[in-house]
């Protein structure tokens, strides 16, 4: 059996664990760091799925952990990512309100942005019209964010993994089974790797909960896998898109609606993702890793959050837990771009899983980024959006209030 130790072990090698092993190191506090990682490669679920979108930090709570880390965390990656010359399409970003009641929208979200320190001004028809030629102006006005920029996930998680290794982190994948041993502080790994460690990080995205229940911690906690669908514009349509395009979001739940998207290298224009709930956390294909007793669960919890309308759960789900149908993902698409025809699009292959937190005892969504303490560990349980945008400034946050107390 292979023995290693480590003063860190990082499970999952998304865009979280690597962002906090790469500040342990920048900062001088530990370079003895693992991360292991179930997949033969990283970036294959959350973080290598994302859309690519660096947000500006508009939609979230002033004063939540999401408004704090994003606009600073977005700074600090774009800086990342043009020493690297990384490809980045800096195109901004415009929010339209799809239907006139929901004009008001703009107001809060603009006082949300400034409140959070976003770069974001109101635009007026003929801006509008500049912008995005073929968008749906109901109002006469909408936002503009021209922070806002769209990178390759997977080129990110690649380099980081690079520098990672060459800094002398070792990052073991393919870990089938892993098995604790909290009395000894060590895992063993695929039955052949022990791994002893000082401090325990549980980055592992749609699967932390899972391993934080292993520790007995967040057991209140469950994530339910919501499925993101894309559809792309195909090579030859009427349309001149080079901005992403959003909708007015409802910001009771956390999902922002279908939008538009072109891709870091300007040659493909996303649409979507849904939010429908998926049948399994890896369940990116229809038949693909379907989970039916998990699935039964999940689906009765919904349904009664749907009952009881907890955080305003019945609008969602009659506004956009069926988009996975096409004519009624078409229709959504169009309250931003009328003139979009179903022959006009087609389906990417693109299909990401959120990992949705809720907490079962008081039935509620779990909005903002949570972490955990347990005993010679710490469990990240929800790191959705913003947190590949936020990835650094987030990793120094955990480190703070989290890791440093360790290595006194």
Same mark, same amino acid.
């Given at each position: 059996?292979?023995?290693?130790?480590?003063d860190f072990?990082?499970a999952?090698?998304?865009?979280?664990?690597?962002?906090?092993a790469?500040?342990?190191?920048?900062r001088?506090l530990?370079?003895?760091?693992?991360i292991f990682?179930?997949?033969?490669e990283l970036?294959?679920h959350?973080? #290598?799925r994302?859309? #690519?979108?660096?947000?500006?930090g508009i939609y979230?709570?002033?004063k939540?952990?999401?408004?704090?880390v994003?606009i600073?965390?977005?700074?600090r990656?774009?800086?990342?990512i043009?020493?690297r010359?990384?490809k980045?399409?800096k195109?901004?970003?415009? $929010?339209?309100?799809?239907?006139?009641e929901l004009?008001?929208?703009?107001?809060?979200?603009?006082e949300?942005?400034?409140?959070n320190?976003?770069?974001?001004?109101?635009?007026?028809?003929f /801006?509008i019209n *500049? !912008?995005?030629?073929?968008v749906?102006?109901?109002?006469?006005?909408g936002?503009?964010?021209?922070?806002t920029s769209?990178?390759n +996930?997977?080129?990110?998680?690649?380099?980081?993994k690079?520098e990672? /290794?060459e800094?002398?982190?070792?990052?073991?994948?393919?870990c089938?089974? %892993?098995?604790?041993n909290?009395f000894k502080?060590e895992? $063993?790994?695929?039955?052949?790797?022990?791994?002893g460690?000082l401090?325990?990080?549980?980055?592992?995205g749609?699967?932390?909960d899972?391993?934080?229940?292993?520790?007995?911690?967040?057991?209140?906690?469950?994530? $339910?896998?919501?499925k993101?669908i894309? %559809?792309?514009? *195909?090579?030859q349509?009427p349309?001149?898109i080079? $901005?992403?395009?959003y909708?007015?979001?409802d910001l009771?739940?956390?999902?922002?609606g279908?939008?538009?998207?072109?891709n870091?290298?300007?040659?493909?224009?996303n649409?979507?993702?849904?939010?429908?709930?998926? !049948?399994?956390r /890896?369940?990116?294909?229809?038949?693909?890793?379907i989970?039916?007793?998990? +699935?039964l669960?999940?689906?009765? &919890?919904?349904?009664?959050?749907?009952?009881?309308?907890?955080?305003g759960?019945?609008?969602y789900?009659n /506004?956009?837990?069926?988009?996975?149908?096409?004519?009624?993902?078409?229709?959504?698409?169009?309250? !931003?771009?009328p #003139?979009l025809?179903y022959?006009?699009?087609?389906r990417?292959?693109?299909v #990401? !899983?959120?990992a949705?937190?809720?907490?079962?005892k008081?039935?509620q969504i779990i909005?903002?980024?949570l972490c955990? *303490?347990?005993?010679?560990?710490?469990?990240?349980?929800?790191s959705i959006?913003p947190? &590949?945008?936020?990835?650094?400034s987030? +990793?120094?946050f955990?480190?703070?209030?989290?890791l440093?107390?360790?290595l006194?």
């Amino acid at each position: 059996m292979n023995k290693y130790n480590c003063d860190f072990l990082i499970a999952g090698g998304g865009i979280v664990g690597l962002s906090i092993a790469f500040q342990l190191i920048e900062r001088g506090l530990s370079n003895n760091i693992i991360i292991f990682d179930k997949e033969p490669e990283l970036g294959l679920h959350s973080s #290598g799925r994302n859309s #690519g979108v660096l947000h500006a930090g508009i939609y979230y709570e002033p004063k939540s952990l999401k408004a704090k880390v994003c606009i600073e965390g977005a700074k600090r990656l774009k800086n990342f990512i043009d020493e690297r010359k990384i490809k980045i399409n800096k195109c901004g970003k415009l $929010i339209i309100p799809q239907r006139l009641e929901l004009d008001s929208q703009l107001d809060k979200l603009f006082e949300r942005g400034k409140k959070n320190g976003a770069n974001i001004e109101f635009v007026n028809s003929f /801006e509008i019209n *500049k !912008l995005a030629s073929n968008v749906n102006i109901t109002s006469g006005r909408g936002l503009w964010s021209p922070d806002t920029s769209v990178v390759n +996930a997977l080129e990110v998680i690649r380099n980081l993994k690079l520098e990672l /290794e060459e800094k002398g982190v070792k990052i073991i994948n393919s870990c089938n089974t %892993w098995e604790l041993n909290k009395f000894k502080n060590e895992l $063993i790994i695929n039955n052949d790797i022990n791994i002893g460690f000082l401090h325990f990080v549980n980055s592992a995205g749609l699967h932390s909960d899972e391993v934080a229940h292993k520790f007995d911690v967040g057991l209140d906690y469950r994530i $339910i896998p919501f499925k993101g669908i894309y %559809w792309k514009l *195909k090579e030859q349509n009427p349309f001149d898109i080079n $901005i992403n395009i959003y909708p007015v979001p409802d910001l009771n739940v956390p999902f922002l609606g279908v939008h538009f998207t072109p891709n870091a290298t300007k040659d493909i224009v996303n649409i979507g993702p849904t939010a429908i709930p998926a !049948l399994g956390r /890896e369940n990116y294909k229809v038949f693909e890793n379907i989970q039916i007793l998990d +699935a039964l669960k999940n689906l009765k &919890f919904l349904a009664n959050q749907y009952y009881i309308n907890k955080d305003g759960f019945r609008k969602y789900v009659n /506004e956009q837990a069926f988009l996975g149908f096409p004519l009624l993902f078409l229709r959504s698409a169009q309250e !931003l771009i009328p #003139g979009l025809k179903y022959f006009h699009i087609e389906r990417s292959d693109k299909v #990401g !899983l959120r990992a949705q937190l809720f907490n079962l005892k008081k039935k509620q969504i779990i909005n903002d980024f949570l972490c955990l *303490k347990g005993e010679n560990s710490t469990h990240i349980i929800n790191s959705i959006s913003p947190a &590949f945008t936020a990835s650094f400034s987030f +990793a120094d946050f955990v480190i703070d209030n989290y890791l440093l107390n360790c290595l006194s």
